[in-house]
């Protein structure tokens, strides 16, 4: 697994989210540069679709609350835009599964003070949703705890 380089990183807090509240609503748009291998994360109560770009290979997060506690639920477009491909799809499934453990990575890490003030959620489950209209690829899977991806 690759390992996050904090430099690389860049946090932005936007509507009235700080480092350690909201819970709830609480949602993440984590983006990148393939061209400086940037990452970008925005922590806020809705996603920052101003920061999307057209390929669409962003990571959306959120965190949701059931009866029994709270969950992490990422979401991945593993179709991209425009009429569905499978060979594409399948490209950008692979691609998004070798580098889904450094998107988590980012994510914990730059939102580590709400972890610190929140440590119980570090053990909360993290799920990501393959979005796709083909079966094959649209699933929603079970990918650990964040305390897996602390560096």
Same mark, same amino acid.
């Given at each position: 697994?690759?390992?996050?380089?904090?430099?690389?990183?860049?946090v932005e807090f936007r509507e009235r989210v700080?480092?350690?509240?909201?819970?709830?609503?609480?949602?993440?748009?984590?983006?990148?540069?393939d061209i400086t291998a940037e990452l970008f994360?925005?922590?806020g109560r809705n996603y920052a679709y101003d920061?999307?770009?057209?390929?669409?290979?962003?990571?959306?997060?959120?965190?949701?609350?059931?009866?029994?506690?709270?969950?992490? *639920? /990422?979401?991945? @477009?593993?179709?991209?835009?425009?009429?569905?491909? =499978?060979?594409?799809?399948?490209?950008?499934?692979?691609? #998004?599964?070798?580098?889904?453990?450094?998107?988590?990575?980012?994510?914990?890490?730059?939102?580590?003070?709400?972890?610190?003030?929140?440590?119980?959620?570090? *053990? /909360?489950?993290? @799920?990501?949703?393959?979005?796709?209209?083909?079966? =094959?690829?649209?699933?929603?899977?079970?990918?650990?705890? #964040?305390?897996?991806?602390?560096?």
């Open positions: 697994m690759k390992k996050l380089n904090p430099e690389k990183l860049s700080t480092e350690t509240t909201p819970i709830l609503p609480r949602r993440y748009t984590l983006t990148h540069s994360l925005t922590i920061t999307i770009n057209p390929m669409r290979d962003e990571v959306l997060g959120e965190w949701l609350n059931t009866e029994d506690g709270c969950y992490y *639920q /990422a979401y991945v @477009f593993v179709d991209g835009t425009g009429p569905f491909n =499978q060979s594409t799809a399948s490209i950008r499934n692979t691609i #998004f599964r070798r580098e889904l453990p450094l998107a988590l990575q980012a994510i914990r890490y730059g939102d580590k003070q709400f972890f610190i003030h929140h440590p119980q959620l570090n *053990q /909360a489950p993290l @799920f990501i949703h393959f979005i796709s209209v083909s079966p =094959q690829f649209n699933r929603n899977e079970s990918w650990g705890t #964040f305390s897996e991806y602390e560096i």
